[in-house]
């Protein structure tokens, strides 16, 4: 706590940056629990509703949705087994490829999929009511931003073997 006429330091741009990225990590925590909840009312896993909403009007083989979704194959394949088993997909020839078969939601999953949809959006508009949409777009074009940024310096750090390279000579020196 500072004293009387003591003067209390700004923060850091490098701090402000790291409580944005804070901040963004919260409430994409906070909107995937709205998700949570909506899916376990249908008992759906987030990964089941993550193939489901891909699969939204459309097929795709399982690396395809992987792709995507950014899970591993193996993951998407046993999400994938389980939703068949639950018959919320189903498996179709695939006319490009002999052995890796598409994959399609069935209409049930789809209405569902549709309903989770629609109730995040009746929360996230209700959450949104205490902002204005000049506000919205400022955050949207800051964050974006920030994000090309951080993906250029992500391409510039080196390779895990010239990291561990360079962190054996800062030791030795030390």
């Known amino acids: 706590m500072p004293q009387t006429g003591q003067r209390i330091e700004s923060p850091t741009r490098e ?4 409580k944005i990225v804070a901040l963004s990590g919260e409430l994409n925590c906070r909107y995937i629990a709205i998700r949570e909840k ?3 009312a249908f008992r759906l896993t987030l990964s089941q509703y993550k193939v489901l909403s891909f699969l939204m009007d459309r097929t795709a083989t399982v690396p ?5 979704i950014g899970l591993s194959t193996q993951s998407v394949q046993r999400t994938v087994d389980q939703l068949e088993r639950l018959g919320l997909c189903s ?4 006319p490009d490829h002999a052995w890796s078969h598409l994959v399609a939601a069935s ?10 949809q629609m109730m995040e959006g009746e929360a996230l508009t209700e959450t949104l009511n205490v902002v204005s949409q000049s506000e919205i777009d400022s955050v949207l074009s800051i964050l974006g931003k920030i994000k090309y940024n951080i993906s250029n310096t992500l391409n510039g750090i080196p390779n895990e073997d010239s ?12």
């Open 15 to 18: 701090e402000q940056l790291q």
């Open 38 to 40: 909506y899916c376990r």
């Open 64 to 68: 395809q949705i992987a792709r995507r």
């Open 91 to 94: 498996p179709m020839d695939n």
């Open 107 to 116: 209409d049930m999953a789809q209405r569902a999929v549709r309903f989770i």
């Open 163 to 174: 990291l561990k390279s360079l962190i054996i000579e800062q030791l030795k020196k030390s």
